[in-house]
């Protein structure tokens, strides 16, 4: 079983800057990792997938990178509607697993 | 577009069962994998189980291994999970979530959910 590690658990970030959320695979995953961003009340959206593509709709602010076992997403120029929780899941073996979440406050 | 209506929810006495559905609309049902994921009360994302295109294989996470059970009707565009043996632990929102079309792939698009409460 593939576990994941996110941290920070929760971040707190001026508006217009930068925000990094770490994700670690306790085994090789190789670039089969997702980014999921939930807000209050909603289903979580698909945000990165294969570590570093963009899924329709996302914003250039928000990338990913990494592979193997240590991945980053970065968003960038921090705005108000980024507050959210992030979760990375890996999907490269059964069963798939979420990080457990970072919080994302603006400050 | 892709549209996934969770429905079936409800509350329910440790020990019951619950079937929950999944309506799902805007894209080849037939042609993809689906997945149940739950949220307990201000909890993370756990995955629950999968099922591919044709139903042909089925995977669950250990805790729900023997009690729930995955299933689809593709005439009809729904996904299935039976829920019995419920505990309290199970009590969470369940959101089903479709994937990419590769055998294990990243959910690409997810229902708004549907709250299962298991209390007595």
């Known amino acids: 079983e593939v576990v994941m590690t996110q941290s920070p658990v929760t971040l707190s970030v001026f508006p217009g800057e930068e925000a990094t959320v770490s994700c670690r695979a306790s085994?090789?995953?190789?670039?089969?990792l997702a980014w999921f961003q939930q807000k209050p009340g909603q289903a979580p959206r698909l945000l990165l997938y294969?570590?570093?593509t963009r899924a329709t709709g996302t914003p250039a602010r928000f990338s990913g990178s990494g592979s193997g076992t240590e991945f980053i997403l970065t968003i960038s120029s921090l705005q108000s509607e980024d507050c959210a929780v992030y979760y990375c899941q890996q999907y490269d073996k059964w069963p798939l697993h979420f990080g457990q979440g970072t919080k994302l406050e603006i400050k | 577009q892709v549209q996934l209506v969770e429905s079936g929810g409800g509350v329910v006495q440790p020990g019951e069962s619950l079937r929950l559905s999944c309506a799902a609309s805007g894209f080849t049902f037939s042609h993809y994998g689906m997945n149940w994921v739950r949220q307990a009360p201000g909890k993370g994302l756990e995955w629950v189980a999968f099922i591919y295109y044709d139903g042909s294989t089925k995977y669950y996470i250990e805790s729900v291994k023997g009690r729930f059970s995955i299933s689809r009707d593709n005439s009809k565009n729904t996904l299935y999970l039976e829920m019995n043996s419920l505990g309290i632990d199970d009590t969470a929102v369940y959101y089903c979530?479709?994937?990419?079309?590769?055998?294990?792939?990243?959910?690409?698009?997810w229902g708004q959910g549907t709250l299962v409460t298991v209390s007595s």
């Open positions: 979530a479709k994937q990419g079309y590769r055998p294990v792939d990243y959910l690409d698009s």
């Open positions: 294969d570590a570093s």
């Open positions: 085994q090789s995953i190789s670039n089969n």
